[in-house]
């Protein structure tokens, strides 16, 4: 067996970046993409790195944690950052990219590197040696099948429930207070008590709201357990009241009463700086997300470090199952990258590529496998998805949130752009401590000035 051969399953983000990070490590790749042989539900082409949905690579700005994440993954190299930067398009602070000439770029590095062999078919399952499997949300029925007989059926899920996620800072705690139903357990929750008319507006406002459209490929299979707000307020106006929002057994301090209906927040992270929105998953859009759950008292500037989703998506139980190095833990040899571990969002996904990447390469020269600091933005996502600690996982995406405080009591912007300063220096420090090398392609390199490959091809 070469073991400096490394094969890679999906040519999406993560994939993309994975394979063309190994090879500029002097790795050979064997790169497995299903499509166009085999077409998913959502995909149109054959494109690698072809970005489903129209919307952009999100915030550039260094006061968002994805800017910073951008910014590390320029730093370390990353393919996907370069053609993305190369393809923008106007969008304000946003890194929006031309689908058509983004994907194409990728696709033309790729096919053009001598170190990789572009395998057009279905991988159906792990292959022997070291491996990257970065199949993404819509993995096929036979890979996710062997995957489940290696990490047993427990482990997979695929369908995401998330409720949003707000900073403690930003919550007004003379409206909200700490207390758990009947007193049980401590001061467990923190609880957003309503009177009535607020109720009826709020279920008003809920009913009323965009909501995001399902694509053909996601069925509204809902479960008991993780209803979205909106089906439930669909079936009844008091349904809410007797469901998530029911306020038995809390009592309001301020007023001594128990609250028509209650919201509670339940601690996400170990330091108590997270907190999210139990039973909360929706598909409102994420604007009227941001308008109507600021309704509720005691978040009316809630910053919101995760918006809620209800989709389709193939994820494992990273906390249970991986390493920090985005090592399988019961198989050495064998990396998982992109959504499949539990992030959210493009970015995350392929800077989850990049990382597997460069551990994959240094475990088939024998070399010790590098963890970024959880100071950056990397990083913590990284602590936060491998964390064996964490229970109830849900996907997450980057977020200041996530990342160690810093010294001093500072808030608002002046707090973000000392922890994205800090960010990066503690990469650079990570990036010659650990003898990786950094250094992204030009875009010439990658012919993302070339019109070969049009936004036409997307739509």
């Given amino acids: ?11 999406g983000l993560a994939g993309s970046e994975a394979a063309f990070q190994l090879a500029r490590r002097g790795v050979r790749v064997r790169l497995f993409e299903m499509r166009p042989v085999r077409m998913t539900e959502a995909h149109k082409t054959g494109l690698f790195a072809e970005l489903v949905c129209s919307n952009s690579l999100r915030n550039a700005s260094m006061e968002t944690a994805v800017g910073v994440l951008k910014e590390e993954m320029r730093k370390l190299g990353s393919l996907v950052i370069s053609a ?30 001598p170190r990789v062999e572009i395998v057009r078919e279905e991988a159906t399952a792990i292959p022997d040696g070291p491996t990257i499997i970065a199949t993404g949300p819509l993995t096929s029925a036979a890979l996710g099948a062997d995957l489940e007989r290696l990490i047993g059926p427990r482990n997979l899920y695929f369908y995401d429930a998330i409720a949003p ?6 919550l007004d705690m003379t409206r909200a207070f700490f207390a758990s139903r009947y007193g049980k357990g401590g001061d467990d ?11 009826d507006a709020f279920v008003d ?41 029911k306020p038995v057994g809390i009592i309001d301090p301020r007023t001594g009463r128990r609250p028509f209906a209650v919201v509670q927040l339940r601690q996400d992270d170990g330091d108590g700086r997270l907190f999210n929105m139990v039973g909360f998953q929706t598909k409102m859009t994420y604007p009227e997300q ?15 470090v995760r918006l809620g989703s209800l989709h389709r ?3 494992i139980d990273s906390p249970r199952l991986l390493r920090p190095t985005l090592q399988l833990r019961s198989r050495d040899d064998l990396f998982l990258a992109g959504q499949m571990i539990g992030v959210e969002g493009y970015v995350e996904s392929a800077a989850m590529g990049l990382l597997a990447a460069i551990n994959a390469a240094r475990f088939v020269a024998g070399g010790p496998l590098p963890i970024p600091p959880p100071e950056t933005a990397l990083g913590s996502l990284v602590a936060y998805v491998t964390d064996p600690a964490r229970t109830n996982f849900q996907p997450m995406n980057a977020n200041y949130g996530l990342m160690p405080e810093p010294e001093g009591r500072i808030r608002g912007r002046e707090k973000k752009i000392r922890m994205a ?25 990658i012919g993302v000035s070339s019109a070969a490959v049009r936004s036409s091809e997307m739509r």
């Fill in 189 to 199: 929750y923190i609880n957003c008590p309503m009177d009535e008319r607020e109720y």
């Fill in 165 to 170: 996620i707000v900073t403690r800072e930003s």
């Fill in 421 to 445: 300063e800090r960010a990066l220096k503690s990469l650079e420090r990570w990036i010659a401590e650990s003898a990786i090398e950094p250094g992204a392609p030009t875009p010439a390199s």
């Fill in 1 to 11: 067996m070469d073991t400096r051969l490394v094969s890679v399953i999906g040519a």
């Fill in 84 to 113: 993305a930067d190369a393809a923008r398009v106007p969008a304000g602070a946003a890194l929006a990219v031309d689908r058509g000439a983004f994907a194409g770029a990728i696709t033309r590095a790729l096919e053009s590197d």
């Fill in 290 to 304: 941001r308008r109507v759950l600021r309704m509720i008292p005691g978040l009316e500037h809630a910053e919101f």
């Fill in 313 to 315: 998506n193939t994820f």
């Fill in 205 to 245: 406002a809920v009913l009323a709201a965009e909501k995001v459209a399902l694509h053909p490929f996601e069925k509204p299979v809902y479960f008991e357990g993780c209803m979205p707000i909106e089906e439930m307020a669909r079936r009844g106006r008091h349904t809410l009241a007797f469901g998530p929002m």
